[in-house]
T-cell receptor, first 113, second 111 residues
Framework: ETGVTQSPTHLIKTRGQQVTLRCSSQ?????VSWYQQALGQGPQFIFQ???????GRGNFPPRFSGLQFPNYSSELNVNALELDDSALYLCASSFDRGSGELFFGEGSRLTVL | DAKTTQPNSMESNEEEPVHLPCNHSTISGTDYIHWYRQLPSQGPEYVIH???SNVNNRMASLAIAEDRKSSTLILHRATLRDAAVYYCILRDIDAGNMLTFGGGTRLMVKP
């Protein structure tokens, strides 16, 4: 059974650029959530996708957007990058949209200069 | 959102039991209590969750107070691999998979 995989693992962007992060969910999971973790803090919920539709959103601006594909993999897009967007971005998949049992990937470390 | 309070850090000796406390005095009747842990350089890992009754699984036990205003995660025999940040999280049944992480407890395990 393949776990949650994310790519890229590390990347560096400059302020104002756009970034796309990718996530392959665990086999059999139909729900994907994205979290942002700043250095030294706990993860913060960005949004959740269930069967290709956004199914919940945290306190993040519209320049954070996402997609979920028919195979339940997912993308997180961030436009107009700001310095404060530097963080570890975590993807998590689950069997359904309300189980609370999430399987996290190892994250994509984004640095914005 | 209901909040949780955990000690910033705790220390344990290897092969001894560890009791990690969590206070959640404003918990509502529809809040589940979840525990996750995060090892260095890894994503969080699900540990256990419960609603009212104590729960056991292969990783840990969760003891929930009768009034549900506090809970304790019990690691029966700490190993060096258990050194991590442990997060106690309340999740409303209607909140989907939205987890609100706090600061957590950093557990250090001494050999």
């Amino acid at each position: 059974e393949t776990g949650v995989t994310q790519s890229p693992t590390h990347l560096i962007k400059t302020r104002g650029q756009q970034v796309t992060l990718r996530c392959s969910s665990q086999s059999g999971h139909n729900t994907v959530s994205w979290y942002q973790q700043a250095l030294g803090q706990g993860p913060q919920f960005i949004f959740q996708y269930y069967r290709e539709e956004e199914n919940g959103r945290g306190n993040f601006p519209p320049r954070f957007s996402g997609l979920q594909f028919p195979n339940y993999s997912s993308e997180l897009n961030v436009n107009a990058l700001e310095l404060d967007d530097s963080a570890l971005y975590l993807c998590a998949s689950s069997f359904d949209r309300g189980s609370g049992e999430l399987f996290f990937g190892e994250g994509s470390r984004l640095t914005v200069l | 959102d209901a909040k949780t309070t955990q000690p910033n850090s705790m220390e344990s000796n290897e092969e001894e039991p560890v009791h990690l406390p969590c206070n959640h005095s404003t918990i509502s009747g529809t809040d589940y209590i979840h525990w996750y842990r995060q090892l260095p350089s890894q994503g969080p890992e699900y540990v256990i969750h419960g609603l009212t009754s104590n729960v056991n699984n292969r990783m840990a036990s969760l003891a929930i107070a009768e009034d549900r205003k506090s809970s304790t995660l019990i690691l029966h025999r700490a190993t060096l691999r258990d050194a991590a940040v442990y997060y106690c999280i309340l999740r409303d049944i209607d909140a989907g998979n939205m987890l609100t992480f706090g600061g957590g407890t950093r557990l250090m395990v001494k050999p």
